[in-house]
């Protein structure tokens, strides 16, 4: 069965430090999403993606994050200048269409020191 | 936005006893699905079902759309099943998903 992959799957960095996330969504998906979950609490959404842009994105996402499908089959989010309270698991999902079932990558763990 | 709401928090449960998780939602919804959140942190499909009842071995879901609630069954328990399991629905506009605070399961036996 197809599934999303991620990388890396654990991630340390500097605070201030800039960090990009991969992910590999289900090939023939054609929306793509981030969220993220902080240490105990729950899962938060991001950004969505299709057609090669931003179709949505919370107040979480400002300027220091941004997403990027560099090509066919690779969906990255970049943090510019990670802080403290970046510290998270972040999930990548993909789903064929907008309504469709969203299926979640395996998570990469982002610790900020 | 649509909130969601999912009962109990926690649940202990004897390894083979039966358990109903529900998720309430304040608005309609296009999509909901539930996800079991195992103990590496990973989020698994468990059921798209935005109406109707679907049946995957010992879990079942059910959701009442009109009735904003969705409720997941799980039979004959066993420790594998222990985790947080979450409900999520898409609102009426958008495609993001809105996650509850999940229901943390401890199978015990």
């Known amino acids: 069965e197809p599934e999303v992959t991620q990388t890396p799957s654990h991630q340390v960095t500097q605070m201030g430090q800039e960090v990009i996330l991969r992910c590999v969504p289900i090939?023939?998906?054609?929306?793509f999403y981030w969220y993220r979950q902080i240490l105990g609490q729950k899962v938060e959404f991001l950004v969505s993606f299709y057609n090669n842009e931003i179709s949505e994105k919370s107040e979480i996402f400002d300027d220091q994050f941004s997403v990027e499908r560099p090509d066919g089959s690779n969906f990255t989010l970049k943090i510019r200048s990670t802080k403290l309270e970046d510290s998270a698991m972040y999930f990548c999902?993909?789903?064929?269409?907008?309504?469709?079932?969203?299926?979640f990558g395996p998570g990469t763990r982002l610790t900020v020191l | 936005g649509i909130q969601v709401e999912q009962s109990p928090p926690d649940l202990i449960l004897q390894e083979g006893a039966n358990s109903t998780l529900r998720c309430n939602f304040s608005d309609s919804v296009n999509n909901l699905q539930w996800f079991h959140q195992n103990p590496w942190g990973q989020l698994i499909n468990l059921f798209y079902?935005?109406?109707g009842t679907k049946q995957n071995g010992r879990l079942s879901a059910t959701t009442v759309a009109t009735e904003r609630y969705s409720l997941l069954y799980i039979s004959s328990s066993q420790t594998t099943d222990s985790g947080v399991y979450f409900c999520a629905v898409v609102g009426k506009y958008g495609n993001k998903l809105v996650f509850g605070a999940g229901t943390i399961l401890r199978v015990k036996s």
């Open positions: 090939s023939n998906h054609l929306y």
């Open positions: 999902a993909s789903s064929l269409e907008r309504l469709d079932a969203q299926y």
């Open positions: 079902i935005p109406s």
